[in-house]
């Protein structure tokens, strides 16, 4: 059985997979460019990182990429440099734009002014239909599996056919995405492609430290747990010594305040811990993972990740 056609605004990518948006150095220009000439998608995270980084992310990937490749920016609305990221993307002539941590009307008015897709991150069919009616060019359905923070208790395979139903542009399942055999059943409940973060970490071109791609293959199936950060949400995490440290209700000691997000509650600096992390301290900040990362066993090429996929997804039909 072939792959689906996913197409996005004008993208047409060989394979209907997004690479997911992981913010403070795990998907930059690196992966995302390795993502995009495998021919799926990939996204450059602008959270953690300057403006003129990103600039510098978006044009390396951009002499990286083959002449199909697509590279897009994710930014987050929770963030206080949300706008100036996303007009640095859009004047950058990204792909298109994608967004999560809450909805700006204005994000689609500056898309449609440089004619770039925006693409939103949802967890129901009421936020789906709110996006396409404010100019989504498409929809990333993120269920309870997901890595990072959550916007939902329910799983993925129970909200995706409610957001298929509810919209008419193109639906993207992302949240425990990491077989053939699951962008088949994604793709069999409507869904037009996946998105896939938690596999593409543990991969050779991941922007990620060595030593933060191993906490992933080592991960047992009982070490991912729930935390709930400074934004509100909960977060999906890799147990380690920092996640005992928050996992009570006090307050801990912020070594530096990098005033990022538009609400905080200030009990630790979220930013910061995610800085530690991907700086190669993975038992004293957050290592952000989806619910299956136990399932990895290696790390692999993105080549080899995405031709994996192809197979098993072909082998399912």
Not at 22 to 43: E, Q, R
Not at 198 to 224: G, I, M, N, Q, W
Not at 291 to 306: G, T
Request: aromatic content about 6%; proline content about 3%.
């Amino acid at each position: 059985m072939s792959l689906p056609q996913l197409k996005i605004g004008h993208m047409e990518p060989k394979v209907p997979i997004l690479q997911g948006g992981m913010g403070v150095g795990i998907s930059l220009s690196g992966l995302a460019s390795a993502v995009a000439n495998a021919g799926g998608i990939g996204i450059i995270s602008g959270t953690g990182i300057s403006t003129e980084e990103l600039r510098f992310h978006i044009r390396r990937a951009k002499e990286l990429i083959n002449d199909t490749g697509y590279i897009g920016v994710n930014v987050l609305f929770a963030m206080n440099d949300f706008a100036e990221k996303m007009k640095a993307a859009l004047e950058e002539k990204v792909d298109f734009i994608i967004s999560g941590a809450g909805i700006s009307r204005d994000m689609y008015a500056w898309g449609k002014e440089f004619c770039v897709p925006v693409i939103s991150i949802v967890s129901s069919a009421k936020l789906a239909k709110l996006s396409e009616r404010l100019g989504a060019a498409a929809v990333v359905v993120e269920g309870h599996e997901a890595g990072g923070h959550l916007g939902t208790d329910r799983p993925l395979f129970e909200i995706l056919p409610e957001v298929v139903e509810a919209v008419k542009i193109p639906v993207i399942a992302a949240g425990g995405i990491l077989t053939g055999l699951d962008l088949a059943k994604a793709i069999r409940l409507g869904a037009s492609g996946v998105q896939m973060g938690t596999r593409f970490v543990a991969s050779e071109e991941c922007d990620a430290p060595l030593v933060f791609k191993e906490k992933y293959v080592h991960a047992k199936e009982e070490d991912t747990i729930l935390v709930k950060t400074t934004v509100g949400l909960q977060g999906r995490a890799i147990k380690n010594k920092f996640t005992e440290l928050i996992s009570g209700s006090g307050k801990l000691k912020i070594e530096k305040c990098h005033d990022c997000l538009k609400n905080c509650s200030y009990r630790f600096c979220t930013l910061d811990s995610l800085l530690k992390s991907v700086g190669g301290d993975v038992e004293n900040g957050l290592v952000f993972a989806g619910s299956r990362v136990a399932e990895i066993k290696k790390i692999m090429s993105v080549r080899d990740i995405i031709n994996t996929i192809t197979s098993e997804y072909r082998a399912a039909w």
